[in-house]
C-alpha cells in the first residue's frame, strides 16, 4: 500500500537529506576518498561505507515489523548513543577495515547510492504509524525514518569538512537535526546558533565556547548531546 505523504512527512526529509549526501558522494573519485572527515579515524571512504551501513539498517528495519510496544521516538533514539563510548570505538574499526577492502572506490560509491535510493522509496511507502524493530528496540516507522534523516545530515557535515565547494546538508535534515537537539535538550538552542553550528556543538564536532557555556548555564554540562 503506498501512503500519501505530506509536504513534513519523515520520508520526504530523508529524500531531501539522501538527495544532498548523493550529490557529493556522486562527484567523488578514488583520490578525493582518501580526504579526512569530521570523524575520527576516518577517511570519506570510511565515512562512505558507515553510511551505506545506516542505509541499509533502515531498509531491513522498515520491512521488519514488531508488535511489541514502541519503547524510543525520533528523539529518545538517540540517548543510547553517546561519544567515546567501546562501542563507538569498535565501530569506528570496523568500518575502517570494512571500507578499505574496495579496492575501487566506484564499486562503494555505486552500492552507495543504490541503497539509499533503495531506503527512500521504501520509506516513501512504509505506513509511518507501524511499528518497527532495529538495535533492540521499537519505533515507529515514521520515528525510524527522521533518525535516518539525523544522521545522514550529521555526517554530511562530517564528510565535507575539506571539502569547501561540496552541496551542503539540506534544510529538511537540518532542521530535523534541530528539533531532535532540542528535544535531548528540554528547550531550544541559543537564538544566535546557525544549523550547522548547533549540529557540530550538539553532537560533539566542535566544542562550545566560555560564551556559549555561559549563556547555557547548567545545560551546558550535558553537551553533547548525541555523538
Request: hydrophobic share 45%.
Amino acid at each position: 500500500m503506498v501512503i500519501t505523504q505530506t509536504p513534513t512527512s519523515p520520508a520526504l526529509t530523508l529524500r531531501a537529506a539522501y538527495a544532498a549526501a548523493s550529490a557529493v558522494v556522486s562527484a567523488l573519485g578514488d583520490e578525493e576518498s582518501w580526504l579526512p572527515t569530521g570523524c575520527t579515524g576516518w577517511a570519506v571512504r570510511d565515512l562512505v561505507f558507515h553510511c551505506l551501513q545506516d542505509a541499509q539498517r533502515g531498509l531491513v528495519a522498515l520491512h521488519t515489523p514488531s508488535d511489541e510496544p514502541v519503547d524510543r521516538d525520533a528523539v529518545t533514539y538517540w540517548r543510547d548513543w553517546r561519544p567515546d563510548s567501546a562501542g563507538a570505538a569498535n565501530g569506528r574499526r570496523w568500518a575502517r577495515v570494512n571500507g578499505s577492502m574496495f579496492l575501487d572506490f566506484g564499486q562503494l560509491r555505486e552500492l552507495y547510492l543504490e541503497t539509499l535510493s533503495a531506503a527512500v522509496h521504501a520509506a516513501q511507502t512504509a505506513d509511518p504509524d507501524r511499528q518497527v524493530a532495529t538495535q533492540g528496540h521499537v519505533l515507529t516507522a515514521g520515528d525510524l525514518i527522521t533518525t535516518l534523516a539525523v544522521e545522514a545530515t550529521v555526517h554530511h557535515l562530517d564528510l565535507t569538512v575539506r571539502m569547501p565547494l561540496a552541496p551542503a546538508p539540506s534544510p529538511e535534515g537540518l532542521a530535523a537535526v534541530r528539533a531532535t537537539l532540542d528535544g535531548l535538550l528540554g528547550r531550544p538552542a541559543l537564538p544566535e546558533w546557525s544549523d550547522d553550528h548547533y549540529a557540530r556543538v550538539g553532537t560533539g564536532r566542535a566544542a562550545l565556547t566560555g560564551a556559549e557555556r555561559a549563556a547555557l548555564g547548567a545545560a551546558a554540562d550535558r553537551f553533547p548531546l548525541f555523538g
